[in-house]
């Protein structure tokens, strides 16, 4: 039980370039989350998938966009990366949203992808 | 309005002493979660312990404790025993109703987070 990969790692891109974070997660979660977390700040919400099939906007989407290809994988895509997309960037996962109330769903995260835009 | 504010962007503790970490949040919602994750220099997120807002009892998991005050809006986590092992960034985060049934999704919001040293 891997718990939520991502990959690759580590990044350097050129500004303008394009790539793809893939994230998968093994736990049977209906709900993936991409964040960004840049230095000394903590993390932003940048898309969420709620559940298979539907897709939406967090707090810093621009520049961005998403695919959940199936229940296990959400990815991220730079169209044309710009310096200010230097971040580090965590995939999350959590469990269905009924009963959130009574105690969670708490997310799981990743191990996070270092990215650097030149 | 900042959502979650956590003023002390460091603390320092000396091994096996108790330290109390400050998180103020900012909603009009009745019902939403408070959540504490540590990071540590290796940089995953680890999620630590939870709290409801309806939850009447204060939340605790092993050394963790959290002191949940309503009415004043915060939710300070407390580390007692500490060890060397627990020196990370610690983050506040949280999750509000309205939210989730505008977008029928969890999202989190997370305060700049304490960078926590413990001195042997």
């Known amino acids: 039980n891997a718990g939520v990969t991502q990959t690759p790692k580590f990044q350097v891109l050129k500004t303008g370039q394009s790539m793809t974070l893939q994230c998968a997660q093994d736990m049977n979660h209906n709900s993936m989350y991409w964040y960004r977390q840049d230095p000394g700040m903590g993390l932003r919400l940048i898309y969420y998938s709620a559940s298979e099939g539907t897709t939406d906007k967090g707090e810093v989407p621009n520049g961005y966009n998403v695919s959940r290809l199936n229940k296990r994988e959400f990815s991220l895509r730079l169209e044309s990366a710009a310096p200010s997309q230097t971040s580090v960037y965590f995939c999350?996962?959590?469990?269905?949203?009924?009963?959130?109330?009574?105690?969670?769903?708490?997310?799981?995260f990743g191990p996070g992808t270092r990215l650097t835009v030149l | 309005a900042q959502k979650i504010t956590q003023t002390q962007p460091g603390m320092f503790v000396q091994e096996k002493e108790a330290v109390t970490l400050d998180c103020t949040y900012d909603t009009s919602d009745q019902s939403y979660g408070l959540f504490w994750y540590k990071q540590p220099s290796s940089g995953e997120m680890i999620f630590l312990i939870y709290?409801?807002?309806?939850?009447?009892q204060n939340a605790t998991e092993g050394r963790y404790s959290l002191n949940f005050q309503k009415a004043r809006k915060s939710t300070n986590l407390v580390i007692s025993a500490s060890q060397l092992g627990d020196s990370a960034m610690y983050f506040c985060a949280m999750r509000e109703e309205t939210v989730y049934q505008e977008t029928s999704g969890s999202r989190l919001t997370f305060g700049e987070g304490t960078q926590l040293t413990v001195n042997p």
């Open positions: 709290q409801g807002s309806y939850d009447e």
């Open positions: 999350a996962s959590s469990e269905a949203e009924e009963g959130w109330l009574a105690g969670g769903p708490r997310q799981f």
